[in-house]
């Protein structure tokens, strides 16, 4: 079992910025994915950035040039830093940790920090 702390999220208005933070412990594999994923009410979760063990990303296309997503492999903490929020970007965000280089990938999830972007 992989466990996931979340941390990072808060309220702030339309243009700022907020850093999200998950450490990940436990049964940990150096071949895995972190990532961040978000849900706003009514919606189902969708990507909004992963960061592979060797460095490939991904980036849903609403926030390329606003997020940038890094880790440090040593810690096992993923982070996520978001500038020029849009109230659009109001959803709880989850740190999902993706087990890789097996037969079935295994995920395991945070538990989801409240991202409130204000107008």
């Known amino acids: 079992q992989v466990q996931l702390v979340e941390s990072g999220g808060g309220l702030v208005q339309a243009g700022g910025s907020l850093r999200l933070s998950c450490a990940a412990s436990?049964?940990?594999?150096?071949?895995?994915?972190m990532g961040w994923f978000r849900q706003a009410p009514g919606k189902q979760r969708e990507l909004v950035a992963t960061m592979t063990s060797v460095g490939f990303t991904e980036y849903t296309d609403s926030v390329k040039g606003r997020f940038t997503i890094s880790r440090d492999n040593a810690k096992n903490v993923v982070y996520l830093q978001m500038n020029t929020l849009k109230p659009e970007d109001t959803a709880i965000y989850y740190c999902r940790y993706s087990v890789l280089g097996t037969v079935v990938r295994r995920d395991y999830w945070g538990q989801g920090t409240q991202v409130t972007v204000s107008s």
């Open positions: 436990g049964s940990t594999s150096s071949i895995n994915a």
